[in-house]
């Protein structure tokens, strides 16, 4: 029989983390005992806006197009993308198309809301813009908590405060997605919490002893931790209180850990091999004088004011992407942005730039070959290095660079040079410590949750087990 169901995603949320923990999180200990809890595979690459947009459309990222990733060093953090793909295309706009009634609580990124059988209620992605709601009536405006994306980025002083803080929006999120639930009769709910994956990101390597960044004194030390007890706490209470009517899906867009240490040099590893042209010695100093600096501010442990007082800099910006390094003509051969500092990273060949005499194939071949043979200290750092087409089919497969490449998790990418090295370490570690990890978590009252396997399957899956019918 099919019940009503109340979908819930918390962003970030990781399986290991959950199992390696599991005698602090006794609910979600039990609900893996009884084969209710395990992982679920992200997108590549393994962030909140691709992942998010395929769990909504059941659309891969090939064929959704979205790819971008949310840059937390990027001050103006800015992301003005096109979501418009998402827009009635959503689980939630299928089921309600089929009769069912939908309350639809801050799904990130699907904004304004828009007309659905139901109430949405939805907040800007990320500066600008009030909460909005396809039936303003029916919301009260000035007791909700804050939702949508979240621009706040706290220094070092400011994290016990930072954590506080967004812990209690969290609980008020949660508080108001069940007021307005029960204020009306819903087929379907979903709640989007996007607080679990902010918090990791700076808040990682003071709970974390084996961070090379993780401060003495036990500062902070329980605030993961706590944060994952409070998203059960949350889950327990849901699945209880409705538990008669409701069957409760709860799952994460991607997994969190300790954020690479170390970072790859990849423009210097293509300089090496002859792919692209060495610039000069003139720009290379530049580099190398920035790197310098980071190793300098990162030894003395004042990365975070250091950046702050080089920022000043109106050229900070651009040297901190090496653009000032690749400006200007672009060549045959280019790293990208793709991912930022993370293990994922791309490489683009602009068949137009090619010599006429080269092939897009052999050349894309003989890449790919030799960066699989990329070692550091005698092993490898490569988990695989892929055609885009190998990774996944869709009419918008050529948002993905031509190559794209996974390290070991312990790599990320930087698009600097320093000197000749091909490896260095992330400086800016100290200011964003937990990444992505690519396996999330799926949990709930039903226990076929735990082969839905990936987000690619949980469109479909919400859809079925809601009483609809997939396209
Ligand atoms: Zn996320």
Redesign the pocket.
């Known amino acids: 029989m099919v019940g009503k169901t109340i979908a819930i995603l918390l962003?970030?949320l990781d399986y290991a983390y959950i199992r390696e923990n599991q005698e602090q999180l006794p609910f979600f200990k039990a609900l893996y005992d009884g084969g209710r809890l395990g992982p679920l595979a992200?997108v590549v690459p393994?962030?909140?806006?691709p992942?998010?947009t395929t769990i909504y459309t059941g659309l891969n990222p090939a064929e959704h197009g979205i790819l971008e990733s949310?840059d937390y060093l990027d001050f103006k953090n800015k992301v003005k993308g096109d979501y418009s793909v998402i827009r009635g295309n959503t689980f939630w706009d299928v089921l309600g198309k089929q009769g069912k009634r939908v309350f639809i609580f801050n799904p990130?990124m699907a904004y304004p809301a828009w007309d659905v059988n139901g109430l949405m209620i939805s907040g800007p992605v990320f500066e600008g813009g009030e909460v909005s709601a396809n039936r303003p009536e029916l919301v009260d405006f000035s007791s909700l908590p804050p939702i949508g994306g979240m621009v706040d980025h706290p220094a070092d002083r400011e994290m016990e405060a930072f954590f506080r803080r967004t812990m209690e929006l969290s609980q008020r999120q949660f508080d108001a997605f069940c007021r307005y639930f029960e204020r009306d009769f819903y087929d379907f709910a979903f709640l989007g919490i996007?607080t679990?994956?902010r918090m990791q990101h700076f808040l990682w390597r003071y709970t974390d002893p084996g961070d090379r960044t993780h401060p003495k004194g036990g500062r902070l030390a329980d605030s993961v931790r706590e944060m994952y007890q409070l998203m059960e706490k949350n889950v327990k209470h849901i699945m209880e209180r409705y538990g008669d009517s409701c069957q409760v899906v709860v799952f994460?867009?991607?997994g969190?850990g300790r954020r690479c240490e170390k970072v790859f040099y990849i423009n210097e590893w293509l300089i090496r091999q002859g792919f692209i042209p060495d610039r000069g010695l003139k720009k290379r100093a530049v580099e190398y004088g920035k790197n310098s600096m980071f190793r300098i501010l990162d030894a003395l442990h004042i990365v975070e004011p250091g950046t702050k007082f080089f920022k000043q800099f109106a050229f900070a910006h651009k040297v901190k992407n090496a653009e000032y390094v690749f400006s200007g003509r672009r060549e045959a051969v280019y790293a990208p942005k793709f991912d930022g500092t993370n293990p994922y990273g791309g490489i683009l060949l602009d068949r137009s730039l090619l010599p006429e005499d080269a092939s897009y194939e052999t050349l894309r071949g003989e890449i790919i070959r030799r960066l699989l043979k990329v070692e550091d200290q005698g092993r490898p750092v490569m988990l695989w290095v892929k055609k885009r087409e190998e990774i996944y089919a869709g009419e918008h497969v050529e948002n993905y660079p031509d190559i794209v490449y996974r390290m070991q998790p312990e790599y990320g990418v930087d698009r600097g040079l320093f000197g000749r090295r091909l490896f260095g370490i992330n400086a800016m570690h100290w200011i964003i410590s937990g990444g992505?990890k690519p396996e999330?978590v799926i949990m709930g009252s039903r226990p076929d949750a735990c082969e839905v396997g990936s987000v690619l399957n949980l469109h479909d899956y919400l859809i079925r087990i809601s009483g609809g019918e997939n396209r």
């Open positions: 962003d970030g992200s393994a962030d909140s806006i992942s998010w949310i990130f996007t679990p994956d994460s867009d991607h969190h992505h999330g």
